[in-house]
C-alpha cells in the first residue's frame, strides 16, 4: 500500500489518496521461481557427482583390462603370431584411448564453482604453462608471445586448464613452421578480455559454436589427436568465472580464441 498525503498551509494533512496493489500472484510466482532455481542447482550438483564417480569407476576396470592384455602378452609371447600381436596392440591403443577420454571427462566434471576465488597472477600463471609445454614448443619450433597480462580472480587450476588447452590447441592445429601464437590481453572497463591467436589451420565458419560441445572434433584422430573436450571444458572454466568464450577464424589463415574474466 501507497499513502499519498495532502497538505494544507499549516503542513497538516487533509486528504490522502491510497494506492493499493494485490501482489499474491507475484509473491507466489517469486516463490516458485526461487524453488526451481534451487531445484536446478541440486539436479546440477547430482549430475556432477554423477559424472566424477561414473569416470573415477571407470578407471578401476579400464586398468585391469590393461594390465591382463599385457600379461598375456607376456605370458604368450613365443606363442603369437602376427595377427595375434596385432590383436593384442589394438586393444592396448583402445585402453589407453578410453583412459585419455576418462581423464578429460574428470577434469570436467571437477570444473565446479565449489573451489575458492583468489587472486591469480596470469603473467606468472602463463610462465609456468609454458615449462610444462616447453617440450612440445620445441618439437614444433614454435614462437609463444604474450603482453604483459594481469592478476585476475579466479580458480588457478582452472585457469591453468584453460591456457593450457588453447595454447595446446594453437600448436596442435599448426599449418606453417615455425608455428605462432600470441597471448593478448585488452582492458575494458569491467572485465578483461584474453585472446590466444594462432596461425594455423583456422575453423571453418559452419564449426564455430559447434566446437565448445563435449566431443565434438572437426578431424579423424588420424589426423590429429585429442579426445574433443578440451574446448568444453574451457567454456565451463569461463561460464564459471562469469564470462564468455568465443572465436574468431579464416580457414589457412588462423584462429583467435577469445575469453572474458569480469574483474
Ligand atoms: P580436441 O583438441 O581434443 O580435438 P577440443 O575440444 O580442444 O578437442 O577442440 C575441438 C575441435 O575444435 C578440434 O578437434 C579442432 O577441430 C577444432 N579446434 C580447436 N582449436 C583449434 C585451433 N586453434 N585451430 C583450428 N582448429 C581448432
Given amino acids: 500500500t501507497t499513502i499519498i498525503p495532502f497538505l494544507d498551509e499549516n503542513g497538516s494533512s487533509y486528504r490522502y489518496v491510497a494506492i493499493r496493489t494485490e501482489v499474491t500472484a507475484h509473491k507466489k510466482l517469486e516463490a516458485k521461481m526461487e524453488d526451481q532455481v534451487a ?28 594390465s591382463f592384455v599385457q600379461l598375456l602378452k607376456k605370458y604368450c609371447n613365443d606363442r603369437l603370431d602376427e595377427r595375434a600381436n596385432d590383436l593384442i596392440a589394438h586393444a592396448v591403443a583402445g585402453a589407453n584411448r578410453m583412459q585419455m577420454l576418462i581423464d578429460d571427462l574428470l577434469t570436467y566434471a571437477q570444473v565446479n564453482s565449489s573451489q575458492a576465488m583468489i587472486e591469480v597472477n596470469c603473467g606468472q600463471l602463463l610462465s609456468n604453462i609454458l615449462i610444462d609445454l616447453s617440450i612440445v614448443i620445441d618439437e614444433c619450433e614454435a614462437t609463444v608471445t604474450h603482453d604483459k597480462l594481469p592478476v585476475v580472480k579466479g580458480i588457478p587450476f582452472q585457469l591453468i586448464q584453460l591456457f593450457t588447452n588453447l595454447i595446446n590447441n594453437a600448436l596442435k592445429f599448426k599449418r606453417v613452421y615455425p608455428p605462432k601464437v600470441h597471448v593478448g590481453v585488452k582492458e575494458n572497463l569491467d572485465e578483461w578480455v584474453f585472446a590466444i591467436t594462432d596461425n594455423g589451420i583456422g575453423i571453418e565458419e559452419q564449426y564455430l559454436d559447434r566446437i565448445f560441445r563435449v566431443f565434438q572434433r572437426l578431424h579423424s584422430r588420424k589426423d ?12 565451463k572454466v569461463v561460464e564459471h568465472h ?4 568465443w572465436v574468431e577464424s579464416e580457414p589457412n589463415v588462423g584462429s583467435s580464441f577469445y575469453f572474458s574474466i569480469p574483474k
Fill in 224 to 235: 590429429y589427436s585429442g579426445t574433443g573436450i578440451g574446448l568444453a571444458i574451457c567454456k
Fill in 39 to 66: 531445484e536446478l542447482a541440486r539436479s546440477n550438483d547430482e549430475l556432477e557427482q554423477f559424472a566424477y564417480v561414473v569416470t573415477h569407476d571407470l578407471q578401476e576396470p579400464l586398468r585391469a583390462i590393461t
Fill in 242 to 245: 562469469g564470462g564468455r568464450i
